[in-house]
Structure formats: C-alpha cells, structure tokens
C-alpha cells in the first residue's frame, strides 16, 4: 500500500481508515494549521460529542419506543451521527403495539 491516497485502491483506502491512519494524518496536520481552524475543528468536535450524547439519551428504552414521533427522533439523530462518523445508521424499527383507529383520533 503506497502513501499516496488518490493513487490507493478502494480496498487500500477502507484499510488505511481501518487502521485509524486518518485520524493520525489531521492530528499530524493540526501543528501547522491557523488558530482560526483549530478552533473550527474544536467546535466541530465539541459538536459532535453533543450529538452524540444526545443519540445516546434518545437511544434509551422508554424514550425511542415511546411512540412513532419519538423512535423518528431517535433514528433522525442515529442517521446524522452516521453521517458525521462516515458509517452506515442502524435504526430502531418499530416494536410497540399497533394504537386502532379509533385510539389514534
């Protein structure tokens, strides 16, 4: 596997991830970054760990599985963590009684 990422394969690449490469090569960067980006990269890390802290909480039993509005909260929020982590969501499906017609008005 070369060092070069516009050369490696796909399969290069998903190893190089993997392998938390990325994560090393915009820490190595950060030395030489302005202080407005570092700042700009703190706020975004700030950010996501709100986000993900919230994730969590909506993620609990009787918050998610209270009722359809809650469980589309949760899986809105599972979906923008994976964006933010470039990882595929994994949703909560539906797992509470079915509310009749006439319950529902």
């Not at 359809?68 to 990882?87: C, F, H, Q, S």
Request: charged share 35%; hydrophobic share 30%.
């Amino acid at each position: 596997m070369n060092g070069d990422l516009r050369q490696m394969t796909d399969e290069e690449f998903k190893e190089w991830k993997a392998n938390g490469n990325h994560v090393r090569a915009i820490l190595d960067g950060l030395d030489s970054m302005p202080s407005t980006k570092k700042k700009e990269i703190h706020s975004l890390e700030s950010k996501l760990l709100s986000l993900k802290s919230v994730v969590k909480t909506q993620s609990q039993d009787g918050h998610w599985n209270k009722d359809e509005y809650m469980r589309g909260l949760a899986n809105g929020l599972i979906m923008a963590e994976a964006i933010m982590d470039d990882k595929n969501p994994k949703y909560f499906e539906a797992n509470y009684p079915e509310k009749s017609r006439e319950e529902k008005c």
